[in-house]
């Protein structure tokens, strides 16, 4: 019984014992397992991290790529136009704070639009110059103010000094060019017009009138840009109009080739060339030459024809035919005379025999005031006739000749340069 009872106790124990050892290793299994899952776990996410990476290296962001090519090509433009700026007016950028970039994806829209865009007639002519003529109207107002528009200027006379405001300067812009002054018609394509332009859009006043106008002058605008100015046609150009494809002329488009502006007279033109000058050792009259020149030319200003009545006129009146006055009258000649102004031509026909004192009694008769006030000239050769005996085909006035009349001055008749007769 006590060998039974010691061999059984023992067993118990043992399969005791082996019971606790099956739980503590099932325990262990469980949380080695646990582990094994979160490891597994935490694998696929480095894993996943892994790929997204790898992915990222071989094939990167094309648009931050495209997003950086555009930022600099428009840094690139905008530091080119800023040295051309101010090299114009002689200046050298030293550096400053930088303005905002403009909006990349409008700036790649532009850049795509002609691809995506068709070519339409009419569209193939590039516009090289943009011209805000708003601005242009906005700006000449504020460099009217700074030039003293409205305000009086002291100006030194020979007796003292007087108030006097400054004459404005035309400016008159058409659809397709300026006139600037009294001419010439200047086109938006030429260099010094989009040069004069940019200067007034830029708040400055032209380039080209600072040495002349250091301290400004106000500007004088008269909008025409519904009026096409069309240069006068030179001899032989094709006198039609021409068009262009795909574009209609509008019937509200006028054209106009005169300049704007009053035009200068004679005499205005005249004063401005001074009075005498010295050439070879004599003193040459240089108004008197120019006026002669200026009356002389034939076409260039239009004259008032008078006949001048003589007793030799009033004969050759009674003859019925030209040719039977030629051929009972074959020593009459026929004198065309201008005036000092070049505004009249008189005519008179004379005998040969008749002198340089007949003709100045015939002008006095038809012009009235004194003979002897004014000298008669010819251009060619340049000759003034002042001995009244002479006559006329003494003179070398046979068979026709035309002379001027000059304004005497008592203090130029020596020296005059022109040989007398």
Excluded at 344 to 367: N, P, S, V, W
């Amino acid at each position: 019984v006590f060998v039974l009872s010691g061999t059984a106790h023992t067993d118990m124990e043992l399969m005791s014992s082996m019971m606790q050892k099956v739980t503590l290793l099932e325990q262990k299994i469980e949380e080695q397992a646990q582990e094994i899952r979160l490891k597994d776990r935490r694998i696929a996410e480095l894993e996943e991290k892994m790929k997204t990476i790898q992915k990222g290296e071989d094939a990167p962001d094309s648009s931050t790529a495209e997003e950086l090519e555009i930022r600099c090509l428009q840094l690139q433009t905008q530091v080119w136009e800023m040295e051309q700026f101010l090299k114009d007016y002689g200046l050298i950028w030293v550096g400053g704070r930088h303005e905002q970039l403009e909006d990349l994806e409008s700036l790649k829209d532009e850049e795509e639009q002609p691809a995506r865009t068709l070519w339409k007639p009419g569209e193939a002519i590039v516009s090289k110059h943009q011209i805000d003529f708003d601005l242009i109207l906005e700006n000449v107002k504020d460099l009217n103010v700074l030039a003293g528009e409205g305000i009086s200027q002291i100006e030194h006379t020979p007796g003292g000094a007087r108030l006097r405001q400054p004459e404005p300067l035309p400016l008159t812009l058409y659809q397709n060019g300026i006139v600037m002054f009294n001419g010439p018609f200047r086109p938006y394509e030429d260099p010094s017009t989009e040069q004069c332009l940019q200067d007034i859009m830029d708040g400055y006043f032209p380039s080209e009138l600072q040495m002349r106008y250091p301290d400004g002058i106000p500007l004088q605008v008269t909008d025409r840009r519904d009026v096409v100015f069309r240069e006068r046609d030179l001899p032989g150009s094709f006198p039609g109009h021409g068009q262009v494809v795909g574009h209609s002329k509008s019937s509200e488009v006028q054209e106009t080739t005169k300049i704007p502006g009053p035009k200068v007279s004679v005499e205005q033109f005249l004063n401005k060339l001074s009075n005498s000058s010295k050439h070879g050792g004599e003193v040459i009259s240089v108004r008197d030459s120019a006026r002669a020149a200026q009356q002389g030319s034939d076409g260039v200003r239009s004259s008032k024809e008078i006949l001048v009545e003589t007793p030799r006129l009033s004969a050759l009146e009674r003859v019925k035919t030209a040719e039977e006055a030629e051929g009972s009258a074959p020593d009459i000649c026929t004198l065309r005379i201008k005036s000092e102004s070049g505004e009249q031509t008189y005519i008179i026909k004379m005998l040969f025999t008749e002198t340089i004192g007949d003709l100045r009694q015939h002008l006095a008769h038809a012009r009235g005031g004194d003979s002897d006030s004014y000298e008669i000239i010819s251009t060619f050769p340049q000759r003034v006739y002042t001995d009244n005996c002479r006559s006329l085909q003494e003179c070398g006035l046979i068979p026709n000749a035309s002379l001027l009349l000059r304004r005497r001055d008592p203090s130029q008749q020596e020296g005059t340069g022109l040989q007398t007769a």
